[in-house]
């Protein structure tokens, strides 16, 4: 089907518009991977895909395809950490801080990165991972290297300078086959979209409302598993487990970033503890926060 169809499909208003198939949602994203429709098309098709609102179906569709593309190594006992890849505009990444804990319960990280997306203008993934020397259980993948052609887009994306259906899909593409997972939603319907887009790709998955679209805690929060298919919700608060971290500045800067995982405050280290424990919940050594936590004294 020419590229055409599938920009009015999502394209034309309320009256027109229709989910795509299954085998044209293969088709269409094959093209946009490939990038044989012209620049404009793909910006046209993602951004009405978005304001048409994308259907669970066409996403977990659009993940076969980029299956097929992706060059995976395997990473056992890893867990994935699903960033946004729009970086962090006001605190500093924890993840550096994770590796040392984890090594005894005989755990890797998983983490992907790429060149800066729409639309937040932070500090990505990336960033830290080519400015710090990560711990030998801390796997960062390049996306450039694992997934050329969705890295690719990133022109054509940033040009559009909005956020697309990628931004969804992207915090999960399990480079390494991982069997756990923990990604961030802020509004609650988004908890049960990605559980029914991403669940079934993983063992266990951790949905937690964290700190800047990332998977990490720095606020009283809530976190969801899918228990035997019901969604159970629970709430972490700092403050029960003694962590009064409050942070300096209003925008962080790199180099701020990278002093404060470099040279860690003893509130920074608890927090660091506090969100360790939730792994430790995502990988099932824990039953719940309090327990990991208790894991770690």
């Known amino acids: 089907m020419t590229f055409h169809n599938y920009i009015r499909a999502v394209g034309t208003g309320p009256k027109s518009n229709r989910e795509l198939t299954e085998n044209e949602i293969l088709d269409c994203m094959e093209q946009i991977l490939e990038q044989n429709p012209k620049t404009e098309q793909i910006a046209s098709f993602l951004l009405g895909w978005r304001v048409r609102l994308e259907t669970n179906e066409e996403l977990k569709s659009s993940l076969n395809v980029f299956d097929k593309y992706i060059k995976k190594v395997?990473?056992?006992?890893?867990?994935?950490?699903?960033?946004?890849?729009?970086?962090?505009?006001?605190?500093?990444?924890?993840?550096?801080?994770?590796?040392?804990?984890?090594?005894k319960f005989d755990l890797n990280i998983v983490l992907s990165g790429d060149y800066l997306q729409p639309a937040k203008h932070g500090i990505t993934v990336k960033d830290i991972a080519n400015n710090h020397k990560l711990d030998d259980n801390i796997y960062f993948f390049d996306r450039k290297d694992y997934f050329k052609e969705l890295s690719d887009l990133s022109e054509i994306r940033n040009i559009l300078g909005l956020r697309t259906a990628f931004n969804t899909l992207e915090k999960l593409l399990n480079p390494a086959n991982s069997e756990y997972a923990i990604t961030s939603a802020f509004h609650k319907p988004y908890v049960n979209k990605y559980n029914d887009i991403f669940a079934s790709r993983y063992k266990h998955l951790v949905i937690v409302k964290g700190n800047e679209g990332t998977p990490e805690i720095f606020s009283k929060c809530k976190y969801w598993i899918n228990d035997n298919d019901t969604i159970k919700e629970y709430i972490i608060d700092p403050e029960y487990f003694g962590v009064k971290y409050k942070k300096s500045w209003d925008r962080i800067s790199l180099e701020e970033s990278l002093d404060s995982i470099n040279n860690p405050s003893d509130e920074l280290l608890k927090l660091v503890k506090l969100?360790?424990?939730?792994?430790?919940?995502?990988?099932?050594?824990?039953?719940?926060?309090?327990?990991?936590?208790e894991m770690l004294s």
């Open 275 to 293: 969100n360790v424990s939730l792994l430790l919940v995502t990988a099932q050594k824990a039953k719940n926060v309090e327990e990991g936590f």
């Open 74 to 103: 395997d990473v056992p006992n890893s867990i994935e950490l699903g960033y946004p890849y729009d970086g962090k505009a006001d605190n500093p990444y924890l993840f550096p801080l994770f590796g040392k804990y984890l090594k």
